[in-house]
């Protein structure tokens, strides 16, 4: 049942619980498994990867058999309608589209007395991109991920995913990532890939950065990595956050919220209305809606724990409930969403109007669906072209430049007590005595 709550301190409680889903108490052991993951799979390599890989998804692989074979991919495009390839191909259109739009391109400013300052622009060496497979397949992901890893002209695209029931990847994926021009796939999944990806192993290549989504083992040890390789966000268990107004049909908006539930167990799926009438009919939909959802079990887990209705007294104070929580997905299900846009501050991505349902986004709109969740699109951004780009800085000083900056620098060193510092500017500016 959709809990609905009408007091602002209990919503923001309750917005605040549910943000820290993924950093609260009970989260301690599972940060603990996934330590020593990441350890085992640094010291033992393959050994430990082929171990977690029979522990946590109960298949049983030796090393050679972790690659995707040839023959597999080319298998592949045999088990996938037509059609469906189609839509994979439309969907990698519009998401290369969308991600060449504005590729940041290395400058150059050429300034007084021959001063040249800059950024250039490259891409990391390699990329490991990480797509769930645990409750769902992820093709969608493959190509969010992939994209924009090959838009940024990444040499070397890894894929790690977790193996089906039958040890197998899902067709559907294979055909994705070759779509998406992936170079290598290993079928492995959870903390173990992760750590694969950021020490390599026997098998599976060390990277730089480490991109895509993931449950809360997958958060988790991206977030452990994080510093011995770079990562794109902490992208774990789904999140809709929903702003309806009296308009809003209250089908849709429980068929949004259950979008987002029927992913993961730790899923959140949150309306906020200024309607009271709404919150109620809404509750209703998503018991209908429950009723023969082939994810029940799952769905429900969801919303029982991290899915509320929360009725306040206006759009302007849903936004402000809306900022506290930073939401993953934003839909704003109101007449007049460009209006109340300015008053949104964080969430990762924002579906205006209502016939924009999150789904639009995550498979095919174009922007990426691989976005920061519980609480971290107060600081971080979508997956995009620039995960998988650094810059360099660019400095040129001609001796004239030099010369013009030299007493500055030269009381700057002297206040760090860094005389080196001082001397390599001095015995090119000063004449010697
Ligand atoms: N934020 C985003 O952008 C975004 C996008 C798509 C999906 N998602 C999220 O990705 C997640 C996908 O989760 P999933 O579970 O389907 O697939 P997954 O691939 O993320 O996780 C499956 C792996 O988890 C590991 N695992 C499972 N139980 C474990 C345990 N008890 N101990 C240690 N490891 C264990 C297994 O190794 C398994 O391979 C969902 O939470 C979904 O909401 C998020
Ligand atoms: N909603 C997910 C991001 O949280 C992305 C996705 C992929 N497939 C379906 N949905
Ligand atoms: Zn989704």
């Known amino acids: 049942m959709l809990r609905i709550i009408n007091q602002w301190t209990e919503a923001q409680a309750e917005l605040r619980r549910i943000c820290d889903r993924a950093h609260d108490e009970q989260i301690f052991n599972k940060e603990a498994t996934v330590r020593e993951v990441l350890q085992a799979v640094k010291r033992k390599g393959d050994e430990a990867l082929l171990a977690y890989t029979q522990e946590f998804d109960q298949q049983s692989f030796t090393a050679d058999q972790l690659r995707v074979t040839g023959s597999e991919l080319d298998a592949a495009y045999r088990q996938v309608p037509d059609k469906l390839v189609a839509a ?7 998401i290369e589209a969308f991600h060449r739009m504005r590729v940041p391109q290395s400058w150059v400013n050429f300034g007084d007395d021959n001063i040249v ?10 990329a490991g991109l990480y797509v769930p497979g645990g409750r769902a397949s992820y093709p969608s992901t493959v190509l969010m991920n992939a994209v924009p890893a090959k838009v940024a002209e990444v040499p070397r695209v890894a894929m790690v995913t977790p193996p089906g029931p039958d040890g197998k990847v899902n067709p559907v994926v294979l055909v994705a990532a070759q779509e998406a021009g992936v170079d290598e796939i290993y079928r492995v999944g959870g903390a173990q890939a992760i750590a694969a990806l950021a020490y390599g192993t026997e098998t599976v290549p060390q990277v730089d950065v480490i991109t895509g989504p993931g449950n809360i083992y997958v958060m988790l040890a991206k977030k452990q ?3 011995t390789v770079g990562i794109d966000s902490l992208a774990g268990p789904s ?3 929903v702003i309806a107004d009296s308009q809003a049909d209250p089908n849709h908006v429980a068929a949004d919220l259950l979008a987002q539930a029927e992913h993961d167990p730790m899923a959140a799926a949150i309306l906020i209305t200024d309607d009271a009438n709404l919150a109620e009919k809404v509750a209703k939909c998503v018991e209908e809606q429950l009723v023969d959802h082939p994810r029940r079990t799952l769905t429900e887990k969801a919303i029982a724990h991290y899915g509320m209705a929360i009725v306040v007294d206006s759009l302007e104070a849903a936004a402000a409930l809306s900022n506290e929580f930073a939401p993953e997905h934003l839909e704003l299900e109101i007449a007049e969403p460009w209006d109340l846009l300015p008053k ?6 924002i579906f205006l109007g209502y016939s924009t349902p999150e789904a639009v986004g995550d498979y095919l709109a174009g922007p990426n669906h691989t976005l920061p969740t519980s609480g971290a699109a107060r600081y971080a951004s979508p997956l995009c072209v620039e995960t998988f780009l650094k810059h360099s800085s660019l400095i040129e000083y001609s001796p004239t430049a030099l010369q013009k900056m030299a007493g500055a620098i030269d009381l700057m060193t002297a206040a760090e007590g860094l005389p080196s510092h001082g001397y390599s500017v001095k015995v090119r500016t000063e004449e010697p005595s």
């Open 239 to 241: 999140e809709v956050l």
């Open 344 to 349: 949104i501050r964080h969430a990762g991505a």
């Open 117 to 126: 300052l800059g950024k250039r622009y490259t891409p990391v060496d390699r």
């Open 225 to 227: 990595v994080y510093g």
């Open 88 to 94: 994979i191909r439309l969907a990698k259109k519009q």
